[in-house]
């Protein structure tokens, strides 16, 4: 069974950092391109990054190019969100979500999420 | 960046009856491989979203086979041929064509 677990989110103070991390298991994680994907409250979905398998390609929202960086480990089954100069507006929901197999053109599955708060 | 837009927003469904999203994109979400790159998926309450309905009208495992999809081009509908209580939820279209990958606004279903 897939499962992605997402944690490290919290509560931080704009021009503050975090670092997410989502545990992948029940698939190869290596052979799949990973994402981050946002909700701010009540909104709808928005997507922030994506990294390919090997980490050889890497795109960011232009909302957040400059300030966060996306990793994985493949050793430990994991990517990571690194988010810096963090502006209330980055407050949402981040959920890491897969690429299907050998494409960059849709999520299949996502993990639950993790909630960030930016405020003073 | 590809803009989709959905309509209703809302609606309300009585248990067994028929319902109908349209989701529209500014530009046209057929690739020259042939494919169309238009997906559907469902946020359940307090859930993440799902994925539904992949390539415009093919199921995603474990699909109930009431729900489905149809379209072309930049016009595309998804239909719940029975709602059941266990449908209620946002359901979003995403156009996978070109990065970003981008989502409708949403349209919130809920059973009478």
């Known amino acids: 069974e897939v499962q992605l677990v997402e944690s490290g989110g919290g509560l931080v103070k704009p021009g503050g950092s975090l670092r997410l991390s989502c545990a992948a298991s029940g698939f190869t994680f290596s052979s799949y391109s990973m994402n981050w994907v946002r909700q701010a409250p009540g909104k709808g979905l928005e997507w922030v990054s994506s990294?390919?398998?090997?980490?050889?390609?890497?795109y960011y929202a232009d909302s957040v190019k400059g300030r966060f960086t996306i990793s994985r480990d493949n050793a430990k089954n994991s990517l990571y969100l690194q988010m810096n100069s963090l502006r209330a507006e980055d407050t949402a929901v981040y959920y890491c979500?897969?690429?299907?197999?050998?494409?960059?053109?849709?999520?299949?599955?996502w993990g639950q999420g993790t909630l960030v708060t930016v405020s003073s | 960046d590809i803009v989709m837009t959905q309509t209703p927003l809302s609606l309300s469904v009585t248990p067994g009856q028929p319902a109908s999203i349209s989701c529209k994109s500014s530009q046209s979400l057929l690739h020259s491989d042939g494919k169309t790159y238009l997906y559907w998926y469902l946020q359940k309450p307090g859930q993440s979203p799902q994925l539904l309905i992949y390539?415009?009208?093919s199921r995603f495992s474990g699909v109930p086979d009431r729900f489905s999809g149809s379209g072309s081009g930049t016009d595309f509908t998804l239909k719940i041929s029975r709602v059941e209580a266990e449908d209620v939820g946002v359901y979003y279209c995403m156009q996978g064509i070109h990065l970003p990958q981008t989502f409708g606004q949403g349209t919130k279903l809920e059973i009478k």
């Open positions: 979500a897969r690429y299907q197999i050998s494409s960059w053109t849709y999520f299949d599955y």
């Open positions: 990294i390919s398998s090997s980490s050889s390609y890497i």
């Open positions: 390539e415009v009208s």
